[in-house]
């Protein structure tokens, strides 16, 4: 990779830098492909482990949100945010306490938000028919709704699985990504 003389020097310096830790994003990317084969290996066990990743932060935000009510008493608005933190508070330990019931509202609801952005994606491709590309908006808006049906069809025995599925592609999108920007950097 060639940096043009035009570049300011920061972006050279940043460039330089990042070269020399070429082989860190390769090992981060090996290490995120071995996790996400571990993952696809065991998705039950991958889709408990998202469940509670959830969990914990809903748990966290709602404590926050709990504080963030004591400290805001004078708006007016206290038992709102003190309702608020409670609710984000009870469903977070609920997910700790129950992961199979919430790995199967999180399902249902990653189905549902799949089907709404598919079915948005083709009315918004199909709005923007004379302009150059409608047709791959179309396109991913009739993979994604497709995507969420299937979800929805299955639903909730593959709330079992579903969960850990995306977790472990993700993990494998995210290492091989991370192994071609180390080697690019190499380069």
Do not use: C
Not at 72 to 100: D, E, M, Q, T
Not at 170 to 183: K, N, S
Request: charged residues 10%; glycine residues 12%.
């Amino acid at each position: 990779m060639t940096l043009p003389s035009e570049m300011p020097e920061v972006l050279k310096d940043a460039i330089g830098d990042a070269r020399s830790k070429w082989g860190w994003f390769v090992a981060l990317g090996v290490l995120l492909l071995i996790f996400g084969g571990i993952a696809f290996g065991n998705l039950f066990i991958a889709t408990v482990a998202s469940v509670y990743v959830v969990g914990s932060l809903m748990l966290m935000a709602g404590v926050i949100e709990i504080a963030h009510a004591f400290g805001v008493k004078s708006w007016g608005n206290f038992f709102w945010w003190l309702g608020s933190g409670l609710l984000y508070a009870i469903a977070g330990f609920l997910a700790f306490y129950n992961p199979l019931l919430a790995s199967a509202v999180l399902t249902f609801l990653l189905a549902v938000s799949l089907v709404a952005s598919g079915i948005l994606r083709l009315w918004l491709g199909f709005k923007s028919k004379p302009a150059a590309g409608w047709g791959w908006l179309v396109a991913a808006g009739v993979v994604t709704a497709l995507a969420g049906l299937i979800i929805a069809l299955g639903w909730p025995v593959n709330s079992l699985w579903v969960l850990g599925m995306f977790l472990a592609i993700d993990l494998i999108f995210q290492g091989w990504t991370f192994i071609a920007f180390g080697l690019a950097l190499r380069k």
